[in-house]
């Protein structure tokens, strides 16, 4: 099956059986795998495939292709919000389970088959049911972890923070949480050291 969007489809296969093909993410049914083309005029294309893995829809592989005439693939075709891509491309081709039917199945609707005027808070749903299965499957910060990232900044003399987000490539804003969880729950940082 193939969903036109802005600059793009997302395709997915619908045969085999249900189990094999759909997957639960919230309250939504999610094909897996599924792949995002995005296309525009003489700019490189990306290919992003995702599938559903523990019930988290992840990204499995993606490819920025120069096409043919077209210019090359520079860093800043690099540069993608690959949150927002994985946010947007589930919630299009995601159905949710809506009432019963008449004979006691349940069925799944995707976004454009709702009424044209709830498309969009039906989108806005999937955007929630994604961001939510992501974000509760973040890394977890288990005792080694701790002891791990305790470590790393405790080895600066400046620049601790900076030195976890590198180390484990996450957002600085993500190190420092995860330094106060740390300060918090555990005798790992003293609090008296100065965080930078």
């Known amino acids: 099956m193939r969903i036109p969007i802005r600059g793009g489809s997302i395709r997915f296969r619908v045969d085999g059986t249900y189990d094999e093909r759909w997957h639960t993410v919230g309250d939504r049914q999610v094909p897996s795998p599924m792949i995002l083309e995005l296309r525009e005029p003489d700019e490189p294309m990306i290919e992003l495939t995702i599938e559903v893995i523990n019930h988290v829809p992840r990204v499995v592989d993606l490819r920025i292709r120069r096409p043919e005439g077209g210019r090359e693939v520079r860093k800043k075709d690099l540069a ?98 995860w330094i106060a969880k740390i300060r918090a729950t555990t005798e790992l940082i003293p609090n008296q050291t100065e965080e930078s």
């Open 80 to 177: 993608l919000d690959l949150e927002s891509l994985v946010e947007h491309a589930v919630a299009i081709g995601s159905g949710r389970h809506t009432d019963a039917t008449e004979s006691g199945g349940r069925v799944s609707r995707f976004p454009f088959g709702f009424p044209e005027d709830q498309r969009e808070q039906e989108l806005r749903r999937g955007i929630r049911a994604v961001q939510q299965a992501r974000g509760r499957s973040q890394r977890q910060m288990t005792p080694d972890r701790m002891q791990k990232v305790a470590e790393i900044y405790l080895a600066q003399e400046v620049g601790g923070i900076e030195a976890v987000a590198e180390v484990y490539n996450v957002h600085r804003a993500t190190a420092a949480r």
